[in-house]
């Protein structure tokens, strides 16, 4: 099965659209392909098929509930799939989990894939070094050294409480923003650092900068304080938590093997409807006596008791509600996050790459790297995150996108992958390019159903509207990881806001106000 999102480059095929994925569902729908289907009443409609919709389709199925999940993509997973190119599996959007996470880690345990998981580290063998490339040359680091110097650059980053952040966010999993809280969101990362002064030397500074950036795909100005205290304070306030929690332990199989088990038990209760490729257009509260309808683009209209939308925040105001969100939504959705990660893969010749990490900064579009595996070919893996400073598209210039993992070391790359949306390619002055009638290609940035990477606010969204994005609003749940109250831009966060979103439904279709 393949998707139309993403793309692979290699010099032999050059750029190619679309790329396999499990995820890819067939049949893309289960239900009858007239226009609509008017006398059915589902008791939920579930609209968008990333962990958070997934979860709640499966929870609400699982619980007895009629279900019906609309996706516009061809494929489940939303922000998180992957795709298994030539026996080997590339992340192409949410790719580690970890024990840490109680949510993502209940279901782990749930579907029996604790022994699925792999480190994407390998210090075993190779360079075994941490590359820092500045405008003044690379340095080069030991791992421990490296470990040593983000733990000190972080702790002083973070230390605004005499105790590292830990009696500044003492509860980061609160569904509330404290007052303290606030401030702290009031303040970007480029203001904290300002009011530190000269306590960071220089090496520290380009560290931690280059990791700030790799958390929040955003600029130093754009990226909340109280975001990244959070990342933080939810890691357990150390740079090791950090490292487990963000970039360690990944699905052998990849994310898309985790997606398939929801959908899967989900169809299994017998109570799941679903068509995917299937946009939803607009959705209608009738209010306390009538029921919810949805339209789609292709002009079908489906009715339910209640609807969650899954939907992330930078796509929400591409769908008309009627009534119109609350002004509290209306205005986090027209502000959006910041996050613009751009993620590359590179299959490259040089083994003893296996090893290595990367910081290469403020020059560089690519800023953080490693090495993330060993393809079947005996090739190194490398994946590599830029954002908003020093954007570029990737699949706008094949041979920058190249030049950019030089900017680490130089590197022999045999192919690219990205998440990429799939449009019509053609050649131009001998160089490849995509067009789509005078357009160029779509990635995460450039992704419609997305808009951006993982959630990432820039100072005062959540002190703002942090509680109006987790409410409901008539017969209407709102399911996203990007306003999870704990690990907010993360799987475990989708799964988390499912979970809440289904137990919603239930407990207001069965007439109680709380379970
Ligand atoms: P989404 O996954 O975005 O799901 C929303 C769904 O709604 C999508 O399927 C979308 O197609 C659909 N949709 C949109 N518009 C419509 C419409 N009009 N009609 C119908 N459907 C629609 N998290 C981690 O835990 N670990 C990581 O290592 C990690 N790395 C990441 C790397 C990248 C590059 C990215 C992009 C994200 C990463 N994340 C990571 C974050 C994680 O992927 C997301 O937080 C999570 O997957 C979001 O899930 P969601 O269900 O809330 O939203």
Not at 311 to 337: C, I, M, S, W, Y
Request: aromatic letters at 10%; glycine letters at 10%.
């Amino acid at each position: 099965m393949a998707s139309r999102d993403g793309y692979s480059w290699t010099k032999a095929d050059g750029l190619r659209p679309g790329v396999p994925c499990i995820g890819a569902i067939q049949p893309p729908s289960n239900i009858a392909s007239s226009s609509s289907s008017p006398s059915t009443e589902f008791d939920v409609i579930v609209v968008g098929a990333g962990y958070a919709g997934l979860t709640a389709a499966r929870d609400a199925s699982v619980a007895g509930l009629k279900v019906l999940l609309l996706e516009a993509r061809d494929r489940i997973g939303g922000r998180s799939w992957s795709s298994n190119i030539d026996g080997y599996p590339y992340e192409m959007g949410g790719t580690w989990v970890y024990w840490g996470q109680a949510t993502v880690w209940r279901e782990i345990a749930r579907y029996g894939m604790q022994d699925e998981l792999e480190s994407s580290y390998d210090f075993s063998r190779g360079i075994n070094k941490f590359l820092l490339a500045s405008t003044g040359g690379t340095q080069s680091f030991t791992h421990e050294e490296e470990d040593a110097l983000m733990q000190s650059g972080l702790a002083k980053l973070f230390n605004v409480d005499g105790k590292d952040g830990r009696d500044a966010l003492p509860m980061p999993h609160s569904a509330h923003l404290s007052p303290s809280d606030r401030r702290f969101d009031g303040m970007s990362v480029a203001d904290r650092l300002a009011e530190m002064g000269g306590q960071l030397t220089p090496t520290e500074r380009l560290c931690l900068e280059g990791f700030v950036l790799l958390c929040s795909g955003a600029t130093l100005a754009t990226t909340s304080f109280y975001e990244m205290l959070h990342w933080w304070a939810l890691s357990g306030y150390t740079y090791e938590g950090c490292v487990n929690h963000l970039v360690r332990f990944k699905f052998r199989a990849g994310q898309s093997s985790f997606a398939v088990r929801f959908l899967g038990e989900a169809l299994a209760s017998g109570n799941l409807s679903y068509a995917f490729s299937e946009p939803v257009a607009a959705v209608r509260d009738g209010g306390a006596q009538g029921s919810v309808t949805v339209t789609t683009r292709s002009g079908r209209t489906f009715a339910a008791k209640r609807v969650i939308s899954a939907l992330p925040l930078n796509v929400l105001d591409t769908v008309a509600f009627e009534p119109p969100l609350q002004e509290g939504k209306a205005a986090a959705a027209r502000t959006g996050h910041v996050n613009q990660t751009v993620k590359v893969h590179a299959e490259i010749r040089e083994r003893e790459l296996r090893s290595f990490t990367g910081v290469s900064y403020p020059h560089n579009g690519l800023i953080y790297g490693f090495g993330d595996g060993e393809t079947p070919a005996g090739n190194t893996h490398v994946v590599a995150f830029g954002g908003q400073h020093k954007h570029f598209h990737p699949e706008d210039d094949i041979d920058r996108t190249i030049a950019e993992f030089h900017g680490f070391t130089p590197m022999n790359v045999e192919r690219l992958v990205s998440a990429i949306r799939n449009y019509k390619l053609c050649r131009r002055g001998g160089r490849l390019i995509a067009d789509r009638r005078g357009q160029v290609f779509h990635n995460w940035s450039r992704d419609e159903f997305a808009k951006g990477a993982w959630f990432f606010p820039a100072p005062g969204l959540l002190a703002s509207h942090f509680e109006d994005l987790r409410a409901r609003q008539g017969n209407i749940f709102f399911a996203s990881s990007d306003w999870a109250s704990g690990w907010r831009s993360f799987i475990d966060g989708a799964i988390e806001e499912g979970t809440r979103a289904a137990a919603s439904v239930r407990a207001d279709l069965i007439g109680r106000s709380k379970i």
